[in-house]
Each structure stands twice: as C-alpha cells, then as structure tokens.
C-alpha cells in the first residue's frame, strides 16, 4: 500500500525558509522518482521539482531553481524540499507524488499522492 504524509508547512515572511517533509510508510520510497507540486486558489497545479530513485538526478522549475533544493534521507524512507528565500508567489498548498522517473511534471505520470501542506509567506 502507497501512503505518502507530506508535512512542514507553515507561515513565513518573505525571505524566510520551509523544509517540508514527504514520508512514506508501508513501502520503500527509494523504489519511486518523487515530484513536488504545488497549487495556489484560482491556478492550476504546478510542477516545481523532481528527485530520482537515487537521489543523484533532481530537477527544479525555473521558478524555483536555486532557491528550493530536493533531498532524499533513506534511513528515514522520506524525501524533503527544502526552500529558501520564498516569496508572496510561493504561497501554494505542496504537495508530494511518486511517479516511476523524473520525466516530466505530466500528474499522469505520478501514481499516488500525498497529503498537501500549506505554504504562507506574507509579512
């Protein structure tokens, strides 16, 4: 069984820094790619990163590439976001899928899905 708990939301200010946590239980994560997306009120879900079953290939949207890094913890069977320098139009709720590899951010690609977080950046 597939069951994804993506946490670590919050409220920041503009500039502050999230990590948000995807942890699985009841399987090995280290067996799937795994994408964070995220989606704001009125706007379609958007794809913002991607880590390989390995860890060793990671993908960042444009929109966050040098500010959001993904990560794997094997020993913990969770991966994480971690995001830096967040802006107003970061505010989204986040979530976490798994997919068979980093491809593209098609959601037909990814199998099954976590729980969102809220993200809240406002001053």
């Known amino acids: 069984q597939l069951q994804l708990e993506g946490s670590g939301g919050g409220l920041v200010q503009p500039g502050g820094s999230l990590r948000l946590s995807c942890a699985a239980s009841g399987f090995d994560l280290r067996d799937y790619a795994v994408g964070w997306f995220r989606q704001a009120p009125g706007k379609e879900r958007e794809g913002v990163a991607c880590i390989s079953r390995t860890g060793f290939v990671t993908k960042h949207a444009d929109s966050v590439r040098g500010r959001f890094t993904a990560s794997r913890d094997n020993a913990k069977n969770t991966v994480y976001l971690q995001m830096n320098s967040l802006k107003p139009e970061d505010a989204a709720v986040y979530y976490c899928?798994?997919?068979?590899?980093?491809?593209?951010?098609?959601?037909?690609?990814?199998?099954?899905w976590g729980q969102g977080t809220q993200v809240t950046v406002s001053s």
């Open positions: 899928a798994t997919a068979r590899r980093c491809i593209d951010y098609e959601i037909t690609q990814y199998d099954s």
